[in-house]
């Protein structure tokens, strides 16, 4: 069972929940930027969690099936066709062997998901099949005419024929743990945070959820030995304007992080879309 990739889309990459634990080695954790949306998706085809499937960016993709499959798309919004005729998204759909499956593009938000019963079956690397972009591990992004396999059916389904799913964010609100080097920043600015506006800017990526608007003030100047980096973490680089880092965000840096957004937080960044409102919320103030 495989399927061939008749469009790829802008930008659609294999993605599971990720490779943790391997920070010391350089290598970030990667996987779905929406993780629920990446579960859900695999929950709604019978496959366990941490099965891989595809996570198209803004335009979608379609695949032609060998043979018949159960699939499901889920995430950012769209249409999906089989073979041109319509079909739901957010819910288990058959696809006969030759048709095509077309995930076309999000009404709303970023990024779908779409799994197909048994999962991607392509080359784990350090135990993860996520394409990680930062660092090229895992499999390059699809192409024209790639054959992709896909493995054995997993376990009988759960019976989940369509579940609710929360929305791509019109307002994006992000909790912020301050620290470690928020005191390099103007008191008065950190504190205007919570009143400031920023907007997700169309240069974010799977590195980094980057904002435009108006530009923090830095007290301390100087460059800041490279130091670990965490999921979520707040860095801001000398244009002054907040970057939330994604799952391919690099292990260490030099700039300096203000403070952490919870991960929990994360899925709606990663469904974000340019021109969205973004406000940061400060969790935690210096004393």
Same mark, same amino acid.
């Given at each position: ?56 960016? !803004? ?13 499901? !798309? ?5 249409? %999906? ?21 077309? /995930?076309?593009?999000? %009404? ?81 600015? %950190? ?8 907007? !997700? ?11 435009? &608007? ?7 100047? &100087? ?27 690099? /292990? ?26 973004? %406000? ?8």
């Amino acid at each position: 069972m495989s399927l061939e990739v008749v469009r790829p889309g802008a930008l659609t990459t294999v993605q599971d929940l990720g490779r943790p634990g391997h920070a010391h080695l350089g290598v970030p954790r990667s996987g779905a930027l929406d993780p629920y949306a990446h579960r859900l998706a695999n929950l709604l085809t019978g496959n366990p969690p941490e099965a891989a499937t595809l996570e198209t960016t !803004v335009d979608g993709a379609a695949l032609r099936a060998t043979a018949p499959v159960t699939a499901a !798309v889920t995430g950012a919004p769209c249409p %999906v066709r089989i073979d041109g005729r319509p079909a739901p998204w957010g819910a288990a759909i058959r696809v006969p062997a030759g048709c095509v499956l077309d /995930v076309g593009r999000a %009404v709303s938000g970023v990024r779908s998901y779409v799994a197909f019963r048994g999962g991607i079956d392509v080359e784990p690397v350090l135990d993860s099949r996520a394409t990680d972009l930062l660092s090229g591990l895992g499999p390059a992004p699809l192409t024209t005419g790639l054959t992709l396999g896909l493995g054995s059916p997993h376990a009988p389904s759960t019976g989940a024929d369509a579940l609710p799913a929360p929305g791509p964010p019109t307002e994006l609100v992000l909790p912020l743990h301050l620290g470690p080097r928020d005191d390099w920043f103007a008191p008065q600015a %950190v504190q205007d945070l919570a009143r400031t506006r920023y907007r !997700v800017s169309s240069a974010s990526n799977r590195v980094g959820l980057r904002t435009e &608007g108006p530009p923090l003030e830095r007290t301390t100047p &100087g460059e800041l030995p490279s130091e670990g980096m965490v999921l979520g973490a707040v860095q801001v680089p000398p244009n002054g304007l907040p970057v939330v880092f994604l799952a391919d965000h690099p /292990v260490t840096g030099g700039y300096p992080v203000l403070g952490a957004v919870p991960e929990e937080h994360l899925a709606a960044a990663a469904q974000a879309a340019p021109g969205t409102p973004v %406000v940061f919320l400060p969790l935690l103030r210096r004393t």
